[in-house]
Nanobody, 124 residues
Framework: QVQLVESGGGLVQAGGSLRLSCTYSGRISGLNTMGWFRQAPGKEREFVAGISRTSGITKYADSVKARFIISRDNSKNSVYLQMNSLNPEDTANYYC?????????????????WGQGTQVTVSS
């Protein structure tokens, strides 16, 4: 099994920045792809960004390109999401996800492991 724990959420003003962290543990030898998703009240959980732990290849949702950066530090068993130029539409619960696949999936069905989420609230 794999355990994922997110941190770094909080309240920020529009235009500000936040950095989310996700630390993973357990059977990480089978963990090849990491992703970030978010879910706002009354909405579906949506893909934000993903990264391959091996190649470092990244994918982003169009809504966050050029504003968010996903990165990983395999020595720390961690993946990060740097969020810049935040706006109220970014308000959501942000989830870290992982999977054994080597392809960076952009749908929630492509991830087997999930964290509990961390809340991000952007005030206008």
């Amino acid at each position: 099994q794999v355990q994922l724990v997110e941190s770094g959420g909080g309240l920020v003003q529009a235009g500000g920045s936040l950095r989310l962290s996700c630390t993973y543990s357990g059977r990480i030898s089978g963990l090849n792809t990491m992703g970030w998703f978010r879910q706002a009240p009354g909405k579906e959980r949506e893909f934000v960004a993903g990264i391959s732990r091996t190649s470092g290849i990244t994918k982003y949702a169009d809504s966050v390109k050029a504003r968010f950066i996903i990165s990983r530090d395999n020595s720390k068993n961690s993946v990060y999401l740097q969020m810049n130029s935040l706006n109220p539409e970014d308000t959501a619960n942000y989830y870290c996800a992982g999977d054994g696949s080597f392809m960076v999936a952009t749908t929630k069905q492509g991830y087997s492991y999930w964290g509990q989420g961390t809340q991000v609230t952007v005030s206008s």
